[in-house]
């Protein structure tokens, strides 16, 4: 498939007329009807109903020319922010965040770099740390924060620090009595679990402290998010363990509680290419690490 044959389809698609569409490609119309069948032919599938007056999409066609769109839209972003740093000499920085990372120093650190570094453009993609991998070797994104280690041969690992886990519960419930529990005190209740997928995943860390400690906590829920989890613990539904830092979310239908175990923790972790020798990343992560460095009893 090729670039050009998505522009092609895109501009029938949207006008709903060869005529207009290869006026506007200045293209003649039977090199255009060739194109779009040999697309058609590769996906084995028929985008466009030819029989109808005027033409009109099939189902799958409809579907192709959304994907189409949002395809075009960002090949026409990355050329012109490939023009704007080869005129600017800037350098640019894709960064892969899990959810609860958003709640640390990293969001300060970053703005800070930013400051001192005006040659430098920040880009942010949020993604699951089982993800951050495949897309770091991809080139997709440049520095990973996350909550997993995960071990491949291309990247380098950084714990940044142990964050200690805290209990969310109900403001309503018995639970919220306490102002320190442990966790055998917890398994009467439900345990909501996020993300749900992929794993390994902050869910799976979860359940590692209360199995390493002999508990079985199979009364669970699992979310795709925090924020969805946050919703059900408010609305009476379970609890859930959070990084310490989630608790600058203040709500007043939810009580953070302090683990009596204050061993368990979970893990900020910065994950970054080993053979990459960028002058611009080396210096960005250095600037994290130096961050938390400075403040190792983690007041996150």
């Known amino acids: 498939m090729e670039f050009r044959q998505l522009r092609y389809f895109e501009a029938v698609a949207r006008t709903l007329n060869f005529s ?8 003649a119309q039977p090199p255009l009807s060739r194109q779009i069948k040999n697309l058609e032919d590769e996906l084995g599938v028929i985008l466009i109903d030819r029989s109808s007056r005027p033409i009109k999409l099939t189902d799958a066609g409809s579907f192709f020319y959304e994907q189409s769109i949002q395809i075009i ?5 990355l050329k012109l922010a490939t023009k704007r740093v080869a005129k600017n000499s800037r350098k640019r920085i894709t960064i892969g965040l899990v959810p609860t990372t958003l709640y640390t120093k990293i969001p300060s650190a970053i703005k800070t770099f930013i400051q001192e570094n005006d040659n430098v453009d920040i880009g942010f993609l949020p993604h699951i740390s089982v993800e951050q991998i495949d897309f770091l070797k991809a080139g997709k994104i440049d520095i990973g924060f996350g909550r997993i280690v995960i071990h491949d041969d291309a990247i380098k690992n950084i714990v940044l620090a142990d964050e200690r886990l805290y209990a969310i519960v109900p403001m309503e419930s018995r639970l919220a009595k306490n102002d320190e529990i442990s966790l055998k005190e917890l398994t009467d209740e439900k345990l ?8 390994p995943s902050f869910a799976d860390q979860v359940i590692f ?4 400690r002999g508990i079985d906590p199979s009364n669970t829920y699992e979310t795709d998010s925090l924020q969805t989890t946050m919703g059900l613990v408010a609305a009476g539904m379970g609890y859930s363990l959070v990084p310490e830092s989630v608790m600058v979310t203040s709500r007043p239908d939810i009580k953070y509680i302090a683990l009596k175990e204050q061993d368990v923790v979970t893990q900020l972790i ?6 990459d020798l960028s002058s611009h ?3 960005f992560s250095d600037h994290i690490e130096s961050t938390y460095a400075k403040n190792k009893e983690l007041h996150l």
Do not use: D, T, Y
């Open 20 to 27: 207009k569409a290869s006026e506007e490609l200045c293209i």
């Open 73 to 77: 839209g960002r090949m026409n972003e």
């Open 192 to 199: 909501i679990l996020f993300p749900a997928s992929p794993r």
């Open 209 to 212: 402290q209360f199995r390493v």
């Open 270 to 275: 910065m994950s970054v290419r080993k053979n």
């Open 281 to 283: 990343l080396k210096k």
